[in-house]
């Protein structure tokens, strides 16, 4: 078993395949790096050639026998979701694990994807939802668990269901948030349809709480060109050891969710500290937002009409 901080072991994944996007930097490579060290075949779909190339580098430096390779990856275009599915589909490689946890987050003026959707709610939510019904075969035959990463914003805000594009009165917080509470109600979801209608998957939550990452960093192709305040904010706390995370530590929900031998479907997982800012993993509370089941079933259908896919029912 592989060790790693605040006392959580990884079981042995040997001959196991798992799939983490958001890869290539911050808390996702860190996932990788860690499943990589307990044996797993880790495939790390990226959008950014050369950013996985680093951190392919990097898993290697760490763990020099890992099984670590990258497919091409953009999450803010379904042709680029439905090509990742193909190619892993032709690989016929069953996938034990799939933690949903790329994302975008609060660009100052509202921007879409290649299919038209606001930028957050299609790549953090409904890229996600797409890459899993194109890998479903793939995960029915692993008897994968998946992991969506969401966000303590998805304990604020609402889902705006009269104008899920946010084409009028655009708030770049209010969007997040929107995004992060479909994607949780979507893994809640599909564990309910995986046991109703026997698929033998296992889905759950996780969410890092707050460390200093990439996402509030400055990112020209968001239209901020400098670090946010609350990025240098939780950058120097967390150095600090003051109330946040790492980027190291802020993973762990993340792994305990998808392998722990006694983390369940449905359930959240995140930090155990005050305000579960930051501190070890555990289970927690399900946020209040996520707890209906008709907002996940209408959510999931939204879903899935804007996407123009159908979930099988058997």
Known sequence: MARIPNELTIPDLSGRRAVVTGGSDGI?????????GAGAEVVLP??????GERAISTVLGRHPDAAVSLRELDLS????VAALGETLRQERAPISILINNAGVMTPPQRQTTADGFELQYGSNHLGHVALVWHLLPLLQQGRARVTSQISIAANQGAINWDDLNWQHGYRGMGAYSQS?????????ELD???RSHGWGISSNLSHPGVAATS?????????RSGDTLGHRLIAGLS???VLFGTPDSAGLPALLAATGPDSRGGALYGPQGLGHLGGPPGEQKLYSRLCSTEDAARSWAASE???DLEFPTA
């Open 180 to 188: 992060k509470i479909a994607l949780g109600l979507f893994g809640l």
């Open 192 to 194: 309910r349809r995986s």
């Open 77 to 80: 275009s379904l042709a680029s």
């Open 239 to 241: 150095r600090r050891g």
């Open 215 to 223: 996402l509030l960093a400055a990112r020209p192709e968001l239209g």
């Open 46 to 51: 990226v959008r950014n050639q050369a950013k």
């Open 28 to 36: 996702g490579l860190g996932i990788a790096t860690r499943l990589a």
């Open 305 to 307: 009409e804007l996407l």
